[in-house]
Structures are given as structure tokens and as C-alpha cells.
């Protein structure tokens, strides 16, 4: 049996443990209010843009006049021959699976696809192209480990002379599973203008048909304990104002019970927040009965506008994800407490024993000492 | 005669969101906005409208605005009788533009604008960034 020394030091190194939990737990507490409020205040821009892209999808502005052909290149339905995948997860652990599951998703989505005949034969072709673009360290690490990354050529031929110049990057793909970008960067401090000019480069992409198909995986944060991972298809828009969800992975009972008690003793309600004034008036923006006057062609608003709704759905899957994050790091941190606790328990009294033993030992080599007399 | 105007009209209610905010929730006789052709000023029952915003300065007249200022870039507004809706993806006080930052990026903006060779798209994304940033400026100049 362990001496007493060695257990009192293992009680005092755990104890440590368990404050650094405990206040990891209250820290990532902090930082899923203040999250959650920034979803919160993500929504009413969010409805009120879709709002008025349905309202002018219903004046059937997107038609063209021979009626069926769709006018915006988002819209456009492609084989999906090359689909990009983004992956978003966090920078740090200790956050439970949030991460790691993340991971899992989004190699499950990639192993069907690459499956030979194991898909839906009339939506997508077996053994599609794979992009794979990143958010957050943890998914860059885990991705670069088991896919290379992508090449380009850059190329720059002279015309006119030499007067000018074409320049461009090719993609040169040699692998069908390959990382194109990190951005990684967008989760540091995020704003609306970073995601703008990514979300671009991914509208980029598409329009010129270099992918013919975006999905995003990530955690989608409704409450404590609503959490789910969801893969969602981004590009091209089916339907304005409801994502499009093609794979769910929801908490199981356990998992929630475990993430209420966190919250509880964290201070969080585990409801879903609810719905501000705010909000449902966002509901009805646009939406008034009224004819509405076009300071321009409604065709042309509704180009200008589409591009903004990708950025917006991508800047809200951020949003929810890093809250989502925080709530993992809180239930993980609040099961590694409670795991500490029982572990002093158990600790101390093994070293209560040891203790007792010690004595006892020693009353009897006095007892029978005295008694050899 | 002006002020019996103000009495019987009503007053619009103005708000102003952006991706991460409600930036103004306010009252006003009048809302001078920037669409993308022009400007544009909206009073108490104007028609319903629907613009694009362009970059540039919006300014409340009156209500409980106190003719405050903003900045706002790319989005766009709706036109109520008695409301107006503007949704931007920037928008800032007019206290709150660093010209400092704005001035960096006015230069990316334009070092953007000159790397851009013949990718005509590059170029016009340039030109809207060169827009703000010089827009911003004034907006901060002007406060």
C-alpha cells in the first residue's frame, strides 16, 4: 500500500487539477453568454434578408421570360462532380468531442461520397472530387494529417506584345480528397467583413464552376442542451430562408443530462433564448402588402443581394459553432470537476487507511513488545 | 407652418441593423439615405420602397434622433410609410470610424485595385472597397 506522503500529494495534485477545471468551466460559462448573444443579435439581419429575397423570388424576378431557366448562377443545380466541404471546428480542446466529432462527420460525409456506387444514383455520380477547406486549428490538423494539399500553376502569359498580361493560379488536382484554404484566421476575432471576403471566394469558385456543390459541417447550437452536427448544403440555394440539412447527428439523453447539470451549476439556462421583439418584427420586414417601388431593376437588387444571404448563412454556421464550443467546454469542464471530486474522495480514504494501518502496526509491535517483557 | 406639418404628420421609425447589431433604434421627421443611384431622403408616408445602398452617410432629421449620423456601406432599405428599415453590412457611428484604418484601407483598396490586371470582377470588387473607404473618410471628416 501507497505511504501517506505519496497520497497526500496525489490529493493536493489533483485538487490543483480541479481548480484549473472548475475555473475553465466558469470562464467558458462567460464566453457561451456572450455568444449566444451575438447569434442572438445575428438573427434579425439574417431574417430580414431572406425576408426580402423570397419577396423578390415570389415577384418571380429569378425566372427568365421564357419562364424555367433561373437567372442567378447560385441557383444553379450541377452534377456534383466537385463538392467543397467546409469544415468548422474549434482552435482549442478540451472541449470534450466537439471537435472530434466535427472530424467525424465531415470524414463520414467524405467516405460516401467517395464510395464507389454507394450514393443516390440519380442525384450524385460515385467518387465525387473533395475539396476540403477548414475552419479552426483543430479541423486543420486532423484533415492534414490524412489528405495532401491542394497545387496550383501559376501561370502568367504575355499577349499584345507583351504589353499585357494574363495572370492567373490554376488548380492542379492530384488527389481526389484534397485541402484547398485554411481559414482558420476567421475565428480569431470574427466579423462579418472576413467571412464576406472568404464566402466570396467560394462564390467565386462556384460561379465559374471549378465546384458544383458546398456543404458546410458544423455544431448548431439551439441550447445547452440542443446541440447537433449538422451537414448542410450552402451552394447552390434550393430554398431561400431554410437551409437545406443533409445529415444530423443529435445529443443522446445522457449527454444531455450531463449538459444540463453543467449549466445549472454554471449560472445558464437551458432553454432555447427566446425570440425578442426584435426578431419577429425582422420576421415581417419586407413582407408588407404593399406593392414596393424599385429604386432599381428587382433582377438586379436580387444579384446584388444573393452573394450577401451565402456570406450570411456561413457567418451564422461560425456563430453558432463557437457557441456551441463553449457549451462543450463547460460540460467537459464540469465532468472533469466532478470527476476530480470523486477521485479526492476515493484518494482520501485510501490514505485514511494507510493511515490506520500505519497505527495499528505500530500499537501492535508496542503490544507485543511490552508483552515479550 | 413648418411645425404645424410636423404636429399632424407622424414620425417615422427608424432602424438600422446590421450583421452583429441594432445600431439605431430611433424616431425621425426625415431619413436621408444613400442609395446605390443616389441619394434619397424618406419622410412620414412615403411610398413602400426597396433600394440598394450604396456607401456613404445616413442622417436623421428630428424625432428623437438628435440628428445623429452614421456610416453605413452595402446593404439595403426598406421603405415604409411609416418606417424605415436600412440593413448594412457596415455601419458605424460616425464617432466610431478610426480614419486611421480607414486611410489602410483606402490603400489596400487601391494596391487591389492596380494588382488587378484584366480579372474584370477583382477590379469592379476594388473599385466598391476604393468607394467606402473614401466615403468613410468624408463621414469621418465630417462629424
Redesign the interface.
Known sequence: MANVLDLKRRIRSVKNTRQITKAMKMVSAAKLRRAQE?AM??R???Q??AN?LQSLVRRAVVYGEEGGDVMHPLLVEREEKNVLLLVIAGDKGFAGAFNSNVGKAAQRFIDTRRAPHAVDHDKAPAEQNIDIETVGRKSRDLFKRRYPEATWKHVDDAYDNGL????EDVRERKQPVELTHDLSALLGKL???DV?RSA?SII?RYERGEIDAVYLVYNEFKSVIAQRIVVEKLLPIRKLGSPEITAVEEMTEEQKEVAAKAAETAGISIHATEETV?EEE?KK??T?D???????D?A??FR??LP?YVT?QI?HALLESVASEHASRMTAMDSASNNAGEMIDKLTLTMNRARQAAITTEIIEIVSGAAAL | MADEQTSTQGLLAVRVVTPDRILVDATADAVELPARSGYMEALYGAAPLLAELGAGEVRLHGGNSGNAKFFVASGFAEILPQRVTLLAETALKTDEIDPGAAKTELEAAQQDWNSAGDDAEKYSYAQGEIRTAEEKISAAADR
Open positions: 451575438r443579435q445575428a434579425p439581419y439574417a430580414m434578408l426580402v499585357s498580361h494574363h495572370i466579423t462579418f467583413t464576406d466570396h467565386e426584435m425582422a420586414f419586407g408588407a404593399v406593392d414596393y417601388l424599385y429604386d432599381e428587382p438586379v437588387l446584388h443581394l450577401r450570411t457567418y
